[in-house]
């Protein structure tokens, strides 16, 4: 059972936007994901260095 799924709530830790609370939207493939902030602006994220 993978721990990305659509719906759930990750907050990103690297970058200028490190520390938000973003929620998964659609999974794009292994190694991304498109994420809503709390603005509801959708942005693309990388698992393995942003969620």
């Known amino acids: 059972m993978s721990a990305i799924k659509v719906g759930r709530k990750?907050?990103?830790t690297k970058g200028?936007?490190?520390?938000n609370e973003v929620e998964i939207t659609e999974v794009i493939?292994?190694?991304f994901v498109?994420?809503?902030?709390?603005?509801?602006?959708?942005?693309?994220a990388n698992i393995w260095f942003d969620c």
């Open 10 to 12: 990750c907050v990103l």
């Open 16 to 19: 200028r936007r490190a520390g």
């Open 29 to 31: 493939d292994s190694g």
């Open 34 to 44: 498109k994420v809503k902030d709390a603005k509801g602006k959708i942005r693309k």
